[in-house]
């Protein structure tokens, strides 16, 4: 196991642990994305400074998939932006880990997100507003698949298309699940990586899980200046590593209990290595 494969494990762990001792999360999502900020946060893609989170140099990340804040929380702990064990506070009175990311109190946070469909929407105002600044910075967006469903993903697909904002990066957490179930069965997307072709942006597909082809699609999305938006359509397992939850639409909202909680932090471990 590589270096940043084994911080994507051990950001998973985090996940399971402050879900189970909040209670409530969401782990599904948020484990079939730490690879992606994995390659973000730790692979040399974004320029970030967690000892300056105001820095007017950074790259920009917006998390348009809300829900999956524990992922963020555990990238943005990782990376030193705040102390680890502040990941079990989530969700508790009185912490500012939310169970949706509130950039007015978590450093790190741009945009406080939740509401499905309006990520990409304020990634591609800011892409805009770096762009009319002759900023050189990129932002980048995380989506869900099932929030594809909503329409105005697609209005923002357009405008930042007809803006030729090529400074804007949207990855795709194509899990192929959601609250409810298969997305094909809850209203299909259908090929996400052609119909964002269609609008005219640049679309790379991976495989969500493999690390170095996810650093290597992001940097090549983010130095192509080619005058449009770049779209990265990366292959998921929901609920990866974790052997009662992958490809299981049950654990899209629901917490493990205590014996759960030990049997996934188990699958975790032996992804590891660990105690052999």
Known sequence: MTELERRANEMRADIVRMIAEAGSGHPGGSLSCADILTALYFGGVMEHDPANPQWEGRDRFVLAKGHAAPALYAALAHAGYFPREELMTLRKLGSRLQGHPDSNQVPGVEVSTGS??????????????????????TVFALLGDGECQEGQVWEAAM??????????????????????????????????AQKLAAFGWAVRETDGHDIPALVEALSAAKADRGGKPHAIVARTVKGKGVSFMENQAGWHGKAPNAEQTQIALADLAALSGEGE
Do not use: E, K
């Not at 990634?123 to 762009?131: F, T």
């Not at 809850?186 to 090929?191: A, E, Q, S």
């Open 116 to 137: 499905l469909g309006q990520g990409l929407s304020v990634a591609a105002g800011m892409a805009a507003g770096l762009a009319l600044d002759g900023r050189p910075q």
């Open 159 to 192: 405008f930042a298309a007809h803006r030729g904002l090529d400074n804007l990066v949207a990855v795709v957490d194509r899990n192929c699940l959601q609250i409810d179930g298969n997305t094909a069965d809850v209203c299909d997307p259908g090929d996400i």
